[in-house]
């Protein structure tokens, strides 16, 4: 299994940017994909993007393409979500997935290693 710790979430004006880290340990090496989702109060889980942690192959949710970019460093073992032209309706509690065995579409089955989450809120 891999053990999944978030950073860089916090409060943030409608239209700007934050970058989300996602740090993996453990048994990284079979963790083919890797990916973001989010919970808003009152809301299921959602899918926001995912990676492929060796070819680089990625894919969006409709309501953040060409908003959010993911990225892996396999150096550092860490996934990256940088976030753009926020929206207030962007606010949620983004979790980092892991153990993934989809990349296209994927929906939160689909992966077996969760983070514990981090808070973005976006202001008006």
């Known amino acids: 299994q891999v053990q999944l710790v978030e950073s860089g979430g916090g409060l943030v004006q409608a239209g700007g940017s934050v970058r989300l880290s996602c740090a993996a340990s453990g048994r990284t090496f079979s963790s083919y994909v890797m990916g973001w989702f989010r919970q808003a109060p009152g809301k299921e889980r959602e899918f926001v993007a995912a990676?492929?942690?060796?070819?680089?192959?990625?894919y969006y949710a409709d309501s953040v393409k060409g908003r959010f970019t993911i990225s892996r460093d396999w150096a550092k073992n860490t996934v990256y979500l940088q976030m753009n032209s926020l929206k207030p309706e962007d606010t949620a509690v983004y979790y980092c997935?892991?153990?993934?065995?989809?990349?296209?579409?994927?929906?939160?089955?689909?992966?077996?290693?969760w983070g514990q989450g981090t808070q973005v809120t976006v202001s008006s």
């Open positions: 997935a892991a153990d993934g065995t989809n990349w296209y579409n994927p929906t939160s089955a689909d992966f077996g290693s």
């Open positions: 990676i492929t942690w060796s070819g680089g192959n990625t």
